[in-house]
């Protein structure tokens, strides 16, 4: 029997993604053993992230107690959901373990994508994301953000930033540009070396000098790593040492295909929905590994592995392991219910947004502080 097709590009994932076809395919590893520190984050303990290119290097620098660079990006595109916080929680992570943080606020790339102009992009990057990032528990203080429109008011800094994206073009073809992202035009080539600068420049000297860069992904976002790898291989003027990267499960959308989406309001949770919200959406979209009627489930059980509720609560809204482990065993025999699974995950989604929802307004005036340095 034939496998059924998925897409995954950087711009779209579609159908029910097959992870071990995706390593092969992109050429990535399996992330197997860490140290005992990586154990405490449930993303790493419970193999949310999944793989990893080059990732001994980064092991290396925390081991010795060196310093190392975690680059990523965010995408002014709509309102900052669960999905989003995949990310946010890595970035708290590194940062503990003495990370320096470099966050590209990737405003070019969705004034072509998304048709905004960019006071408009700047404002949702600020209002959605950054607070967000703070009322997680982000110290922007330990961070280097800046946005791809305007690098930096350090002329030095700027013109080395923008002199890496214009000299990587000579070392990428069209037909490679091509051969990794299929349908490609002049915006998304653009995008794509300016990203590969995002990803190479701290190392700079105008920036922090040679030192190791690691940059966590959705896996969906690896066609952006490999070509700036390859460039980086060619490139003369700057000897740089190879990006490191991990690569995490998708978020699933709350009705259980592709990966939660902005661009779909009947797909996301955001941080700044209220409790009712919250109800409505769990209980009208989210996508149920039980059964028709109760008296089948009860005899034949539900599938937590597909059942989105049960995903949220691995994800991030059930710490305790044996507690999860539990609720598998419940849904799975049929003695927890679906609905029972949806109450339980509300009431663990409004109680951390309570919480949350304090934050964001103590960061509010952290936010309108910083911005002011940028």
């Given at each position: 029997?034939q496998?059924?097709?998925?897409?995954v590009?950087?711009?779209?994932?579609?159908?029910?993604?097959?992870?071990?076809?995706?390593?092969k395919?992109f050429?990535?590893?399996p992330l197997?053993?860490?140290?005992?520190?990586?154990?405490?984050e449930?993303?790493?303990?419970?193999k949310i992230?999944f793989?990893?290119?080059?990732?001994?290097?980064?092991?290396?620098?925390?081991?010795?107690?060196?310093?190392?660079?975690?680059?990523?990006?965010?995408?002014?595109?709509?309102?900052?959901?669960?999905?989003?916080?995949?990310v946010?929680k890595?970035?708290?992570?590194?940062?503990k373990?003495?990370?320096?943080?470099y966050?590209?606020?990737?405003?070019l790339e969705?004034?072509n994508?998304?048709?905004?102009?960019l006071?408009?992009?700047k404002k949702?990057?600020?209002?959605?994301?950054?607070?967000?990032?703070?009322?997680?528990?982000?110290?922007?203080?330990?961070?280097e953000?800046y946005?791809?429109?305007?690098?930096?008011?350090d002329?030095?800094?700027?013109?080395?930033?923008?002199?890496?994206?214009s000299?990587?073009?000579?070392?990428?073809?069209?037909?490679e540009?091509?051969?990794?992202?299929?349908?490609?035009?002049?915006?998304?080539?653009?995008?794509?070396?300016?990203?590969?600068?995002?990803?190479?420049?701290?190392?700079?000297?105008?920036?922090?000098?040679k030192?190791?860069?690691?940059?966590?992904?959705g896996?969906?976002?690896?066609?952006?790593?490999?070509?700036?790898?390859?460039?980086a291989?060619?490139?003369?003027?700057?000897?740089?040492?190879?990006?490191?990267?991990?690569?995490?499960?998708f978020?699933?959308?709350?009705?259980?295909?592709g990966?939660?989406?902005?661009?779909?309001?009947?797909?996301?949770i955001?941080?700044t929905?209220?409790?009712?919200?919250?109800?409505?959406?769990?209980?009208?979209?989210?996508?149920s590994g039980?059964?028709?009627?109760?008296?089948?489930?009860?005899?034949?059980?539900?599938?937590?592995?597909i059942?989105?509720?049960?995903?949220?609560?691995k994800f991030?809204f059930?710490?305790d392991?044996?507690?999860?482990?539990r609720?598998?065993?419940?849904?799975?025999?049929?003695?927890?219910?679906t609905?029972?699974?949806?109450?339980?995950?509300?009431?663990?989604?409004?109680?951390?947004?309570?919480?949350h929802?304090k934050?964001?307004k103590?960061?509010?005036?952290q936010?309108?502080?910083?911005?002011?340095?940028?």
């Amino acid at each position: 029997m034939q496998k059924k097709e998925f897409n995954v590009t950087p711009w779209e994932v579609e159908g029910k993604v097959d992870y071990a076809r995706l390593i092969k395919k992109f050429g990535i590893k399996p992330l197997k053993e860490l140290p005992d520190i990586f154990m405490t984050e449930v993303l790493f303990r419970r193999k949310i992230i999944f793989a990893h290119r080059d990732i001994q290097r980064i092991l290396e620098a925390i081991k010795d107690k060196k310093s190392f660079v975690m680059m990523t990006g965010l995408m002014p595109s709509g309102k900052f959901h669960f999905g989003h916080a995949l990310v946010v929680k890595q970035m708290i992570f590194y940062q503990k373990l003495g990370a320096k943080i470099y966050i590209a606020i990737a405003d070019l790339e969705a004034y072509n994508a998304r048709h905004k102009s960019l006071e408009e992009l700047k404002k949702i990057a600020i209002n959605e994301y950054l607070i967000n990032y703070v009322a997680l528990g982000l110290d922007l203080k330990k961070c280097e953000i800046y946005f791809q429109s305007a690098r930096s008011d350090d002329s030095k800094k700027s013109n080395a930033y923008y002199r890496l994206a214009s000299n990587f073009s000579r070392y990428a073809t069209f037909n490679e540009f091509k051969a990794i992202y299929g349908e490609i035009s002049p915006g998304k080539m653009n995008a794509s070396l300016l990203q590969a600068a995002d990803m190479f420049h701290a190392q700079l000297p105008e920036f922090e000098g040679k030192i190791p860069v690691l940059v966590p992904v959705g896996v969906d976002q690896d066609p952006h790593l490999r070509i700036a790898r390859d460039i980086a291989k060619r490139y003369k003027d700057n000897k740089f040492i190879q990006l490191s990267s991990t690569y995490n499960l998708f978020f699933p959308g709350l009705k259980g295909s592709g990966k939660m989406s902005s661009s779909d309001e009947t797909s996301f949770i955001s941080l700044t929905d209220s409790p009712k919200e919250v109800e409505r959406k769990i209980k009208k979209y989210a996508f149920s590994g039980g059964q028709a009627t109760v008296e089948e489930h009860r005899k034949k059980g539900g599938n937590p592995d597909i059942d989105v509720s049960f995903q949220y609560l691995k994800f991030l809204f059930e710490p305790d392991d044996k507690k999860l482990q539990r609720i598998y065993d419940d849904y799975k025999s049929g003695k927890m219910l679906t609905s029972e699974l949806k109450n339980y995950l509300i009431k663990k989604i409004n109680d951390f947004l309570k919480e949350h929802q304090k934050k964001r307004k103590l960061a509010k005036k952290q936010i309108d502080n910083f911005m002011l340095k940028v």
